[in-house]
């Protein structure tokens, strides 16, 4: 009994070990295999997620080299300091504002500009609220992100717009190293997005709780 007991030991310290090395050899090589090295092509609209106002400044590029004829902005929920600063009577300008506001001085004509989703917490809602938007009707997508961020995007915006063609880019003008451990901004973005992955892929998915209901899409408006 006393050898069965230390066998059983021995195999759970072994497999404890092979479990730490290899999920320390895979976040080793995390910061690669999160970035998808995908082309623009021609679309029929560009989607700017919400984050860095890297994304609209590439959006713009995208939108001048002819891709697609409209950009889709979306629009997240306020941070909750944001907020807190808004009640002492300052004035912050939202995610989206900063967005458009980028896109018009970069050239891209206020009427291409649209609007979708409303207080959107997750890559997740992003996606769900644009399907609503869009009414469900085949569509060819240019998603613009952060390069981190590509594969998740990729993987979220695939299963929810089932029947739109998407193609996931990443902006050039947000540094990101995939030797993620040299960069302190990087290993944040890798460790961060790693967990988020891994999160989606076993069924998980941020939400808020209080969404206001979702807006047709009008180019100009919002």
Known sequence: MGRLS????QTLVFLAAL???LGGVG???AGEWLVLNEEP????A???LSGGMARPLYGADLYHSSYAPVIYVSRPK???QVLHVERLGIRIPRNEERYKEILLKKGVPEEAISFFSQGHVSTVEEAESLRKALGGKPIKLLVVTSPYHTRRAKAIFGDVLSNAEIRVVATPYENFDPQ???DKNSAIAVVLETVQTLYYHLGGAFRSTDLS???AIAPGRG
């Not at 230390?6 to 030991?9: A, H, K, R, V, W």
Request: hydrophobic share 60%.
């Open 27 to 29: 976040l080793f090589f």
């Open 6 to 9: 230390s066998f059983i030991l």
């Open 19 to 21: 479990s730490i090395l």
């Open 180 to 182: 993620w451990w040299t």
């Open 46 to 48: 560009i989607v700017l």
């Open 41 to 44: 092509a021609k679309s029929d």
């Open 78 to 80: 306020p941070d909750e």
């Open 213 to 215: 209901p979702i807006k």
